[in-house]
């Protein structure tokens, strides 16, 4: 079973890297993104329908003359340096120590509530109002200061749930320390906003099981009208490197549309298996039926699937089985026809084998939006406060969280300063959440997001060109999607004669 379930999976894999849809910042860096392959499109169908976006792209970028804000933001700033001091404050007294006692006691997701009542009793201290369960989600909570004044709305997003493991659950991702990330800044930048009397108001977002789905937490929160009303988000995450995203629009792992197909048949006893109808057949045509029509499907996109139930007893016919799904393609336009192709061959297994098939699309995600001038000031202060192995060109263009539900619609900013040398979801990315790489790492996020919210929220001209820029980019993907959909065709097939 494993080794057809690679086949089906694998065949559609490709070394090549993934496509990116963004125009650079700042003259220098605009002309190596527009140069290279690397930084456009990865399909010919891509870069075709984005040659006119690319350009609109590239003059916007032009006009916000973002290594000119970064210079302006980023110098002398006694005030902005008092807050930044406090957060590293609340850093090394109380929230590494917090991130360490959530990196030990690891918690897979939607079972999270060891880590958020943690966190949220912190946040209680210091004068939030805390609403756990909101969206219908246990273990998700939305945590408002209560001294908020007003705009702009300054959201931070924190995460806490741990990775699945055959040894048991563990932070390989270090989500444990999202959490004392964002409340650092979070309390931080209320204490500012109160004593200073600035006009703002703080709320942290609690998003439990980013690892798992279903559900997509952060879509259905977005949907319940959770982030309605921030002005931007901010969140931060692990990494081996330090960097930021180019200007654009792309998500970190292509879009996916997540989709569990369950097989229903009849038990019999296996010597007369034609009293029964084999559900463990229907889904290993699924499998087969997806082989068969590769050649028929762009060879960018990627069907992985596992079986996740395959009957009980050898003697007896499967009456029931499963098989859960990521189908993904670096656009959502044609990931729709690759997705209607897996659902095509799942029905079709269930045809030919006398079985019936459940279709549940319990999730998705999607592109989201990258802005310079949140991605380049971010950056410049994560240098600033000592971030190790520095990369000097930008990354591919993503929004700021895995869903682009959230960043898709509201511009922000995750940050990512070195916190180790392992790669992410790795035993040894682990063990770095208590040792000096990590909580340095660490600091140095919750040091840069609060940096960053300071000038957000006492730089109205700030506000202005991050605004610019996020429904420049927003107007060009829309076209963007409209110009692949055009090209994007279905062959007609004509009946047989």
């Known amino acids: ?41 990865e399909t010919p169908t891509e870069r075709e329908a984005a040659r006119a976006m690319l350009d609109k792209m590239a003059a916007l970028e032009q006009s916000l003359d973002v290594p000119g804000l970064v210079a302006r933001l ?41 880590s958020i009542q943690k966190l949220t009793d912190y946040l209680k201290q210091h004068d939030f109002d805390v609403q756990i369960g909101v969206a219908g989600l246990d273990t998700a909570f939305v945590a408002k200061y209560t001294r908020n004044n007003g705009a702009p709305t300054l959201g931070i997003i924190v995460e806490y749930d741990a ?13 444990s320390a999202q959490g004392p990330v964002g409340i650092a800044a979070a309390v931080a930048i209320a204490e500012f906003l109160t004593r200073t009397h600035t006009a703002g108001s703080v709320v942290v977002y609690g998003t439990p099981g ?5 559900p997509n937490a952060k879509t259905v929160m977005q949907e319940a009208g959770v982030f309605k009303g921030a002005d931007v988000i901010v969140r931060s995450h692990s990494s081996s490197t330090t960097g930021r995203p180019a200007a654009g629009f792309g998500t970190c792992c292509m879009n996916i ?26 889904v290993i045509h699924l499998f087969e039926n997806i082989d068969s029509v590769r050649s028929s499907i762009r060879p960018e996109a990627r069907i992985q699937g596992v079986i996740t139930e395959g009957g009980a007893a050898p003697n007896v016919t499967p009456d029931r089985t499963a098989a859960d799904f990521y ?48 991605a ?81 929220a006492t730089h109205a001209d700030y506000r202005a060109a991050v605004k610019k820029e996020f429904d420049g980019i927003k107007v060009l993907f829309g076209e ?14 004509s009946d047989p004669k």
């Open 74 to 114: 980023t110098g002398p700033n006694a005030e902005r340096d008092r807050v930044v001091a406090r957060a590293k404050e609340l850093m090394d007294k109380e929230l590494l120590a917090m991130a360490d006692d959530i990196a030990t006691h690891p918690e897979i997701g939607f079972q999270e509530k060891r």
């Open 480 to 493: 963007y999607q409209t110009a692949l959909k055009q090209v994007y065709t279905v062959p007609a097939v």
């Open 1 to 41: 079973m494993s080794l057809m379930s690679l086949t089906a999976s694998e065949r559609y894999a490709i070394s090549r890297p993934m496509r990116f849809t963004v125009a650079g910042i700042g003259s220098i860096v605009l002309a190596c993104i527009l140069a290279s392959p690397a930084h456009a499109q």
């Open 376 to 456: 380049e000031v971010g950056f410049a202060y994560m240098k600033k406060f000592g971030a190790t192995n520095a990369q000097a060109v930008p990354g591919k263009p993503q929004g700021y969280e895995e869903t682009g539900s959230v960043s898709r619609d509201i511009p922000g900013l995750g940050f990512q300063a070195q916190s180790s040398t392992a790669p992410n979801h790795t035993y040894e990315m682990d063990a770095e959440n208590l040792t000096e790489i990590g909580h340095k790492g660490f600091t140095i996020d919750a040091e840069a997001m609060t940096a960053l919210l300071v000038d957000f």
């Open 210 to 214: 980013e690892e798992m789905m279903p």
């Open 327 to 374: 189908i993904r393609y670096p656009d959502e336009v044609y990931l729709e026809q690759v997705t209607e192709f897996v659902d095509n061959a799942a029905k079709a297994a269930a045809l030919s084998t006398g079985t019936k098939v459940k279709i549940d699309h319990y999730g998705k995600a999607r592109d989201g939006i990258g802005s310079a001038t949140l």
């Open 163 to 175: 990775l699945r493991g055959t040894k048991g659950a563990f932070h390989g991702d270090q989500h």
């Open 257 to 282: 549309d997540g989709v569990k197909y369950t097989f229903s048949g009849a038990p019999a006893h296996q010597l007369t298996s034609w009293n029964g109808r084999n559900a463990l057949e229907g």
